[in-house]
């Protein structure tokens, strides 16, 4: 099993940075790919970003590639999402989520894929 906590989340203005973390507990962490996926308010849940149990594969979403990059430190059991140049409309909760299959060789990218989730972190960029 795995339990995982975001936190980073904030107000920032459009243009700004914010780094997302998302702590993970349980043993086998260091095994699963990991994602970001964010929802706002009225949509649905949303792909941002995944990456491999070995971090040497990531994926990103069109609508973020090139401003955001997502990374892993299995020692300490933490994933991060840096998110440079913010817009308004990357005003979501954010939330952490692992596979639910360990040692899988392409991530998915939808939420099926995914059986441990975070609780969510609010990030609002403001114009």
């Known amino acids: 099993q795995v339990q995982l906590v975001e936190s980073g989340g904030g107000l920032v203005q459009a243009g700004d940075s914010l780094r997302l973390s998302c702590a993970a507990s349980g043993r086998t962490f260091s095994a699963r790919a990991m994602a970001w996926f964010r929802q706002a308010p009225g949509k649905e849940r949303e792909f941002v970003a995944a990456?491999?149990?070995?971090?040497?594969?990531?994926a990103y979403a069109d609508s973020v590639k090139g401003r955001f990059t997502i990374s892993r430190d299995n020692a300490k059991n933490m994933v991060y999402l840096q998110m440079n140049s913010l817009k308004p409309e990357d005003t979501a909760v954010y939330y952490c989520?692992?596979?639910?299959?360990?040692?899988?060789?392409?991530?998915?990218?939808?939420?099926?894929?995914?059986?441990?989730w975070g609780q969510g972190t609010q990030v609002t960029v403001s114009s």
């Open positions: 990456i491999t149990w070995s971090g040497g594969r990531t």
């Open positions: 989520a692992a596979d639910r299959l360990p040692y899988t060789s392409v991530v998915p990218t939808t939420t099926r894929g995914y059986d441990y």
